[in-house]
């Protein structure tokens, strides 16, 4: 099956510094992938679409400028959440779909990455 | 917009009996209907779904069934395992370029053995 991968899997960062987290579908081609935050016990929330060779497209009330989001390639996408508060602590996970139009909706999740700023 | 609901919020069964859980949405052009199962500290996991152009599907000891028309789908779990114990999320999605899947709030399931 499709996988997606991300890394790092945990990271612990002060407060006020950038971490970037990498996404990568490791069998497949996406033309599009998903950034997604989670907070413990609550469902995923939708924080910016990506596709390759474009700007991304954020959902309401997530600052684009500080949750940067590149997607170079058809394998690649990375979040950057810059200058670090601990209210940024979360879990993130991001999604992405295939380009092949027989499983065009499906898409498949990384393991997530749990980031604590401290 | 999109609206899932999803119910129960939690839900525990003994080992063996069987597990329903109840989504419904909002959006009628919806045509793409996933279940996920998430288990503490991953990410979610693709268990079935159902396209808008069949009533029930089945894989196993799982199955998803479909009602357009009063828009609500239902994930079946039979035959239940300690194992089946996670948080479980249902979506729905239009499955246009944008391919948004809408998230219910999830369930979490525990099987006692």
């Known amino acids: 099956g499709a996988v997606v991968s991300q890394h790092p899997s945990w990271v612990i960062c002060k407060s006020g510094t950038s971490v970037k987290i990498e996404c990568r579908s490791l069998d497949f081609q996406a033309t599009t992938m998903f950034w997604y935050r989670q907070f413990p016990k609550q469902s995923l929330m939708l924080m910016a679409t990506?596709?390759?060779?474009?700007?991304?497209?954020?959902e309401q009330g997530v600052e684009k400028d500080k949750f940067l989001i590149n997607h170079a390639s058809l394998t690649l996408s990375t979040l950057t959440v810059t200058s670090a508060h601990p209210e940024d602590s979360s879990f993130y996970i991001c999604?992405?779909?295939?380009?092949?139009?027989?499983?065009?909706?499906?898409?498949?999740f990384g393991p997530g990455t749990r980031l604590t700023v401290l | 917009g999109e609206n899932v609901e999803q119910h129960p919020s939690t839900l525990s069964v003994q080992e063996g009996d069987s597990a329903v859980i109840k989504c419904t949405y909002s959006?009628?052009?919806?045509?793409?209907f996933p279940w996920y199962k998430q288990e503490l500290g991953k990410g979610p996991q693709l268990i079935i779904d159902i396209r808008s152009n069949v009533g029930e599907k089945k894989d196993q000891r799982i199955a998803v069934t479909l009602n357009k028309t009063a828009k609500h789908f239902s994930l079946h779990i039979t035959e239940t395992q300690p194992e089946d114990s996670a948080v479980y999320f249902c979506?729905?999605?239009?499955?246009?370029?944008?391919?948004?899947?809408?998230f219910g709030r999830g369930t979490q399931l525990t099987v006692w053995p």
């Open positions: 959006d009628s052009a919806s045509n793409y």
């Open positions: 979506a729905a999605t239009r499955g246009s370029t944008l391919g948004r899947l809408y």
């Open positions: 999604s992405a779909r295939d380009l092949d139009p027989h499983i065009y909706n499906e898409q498949f």
């Open positions: 990506s596709n390759e060779g474009s700007k991304a497209t954020y």
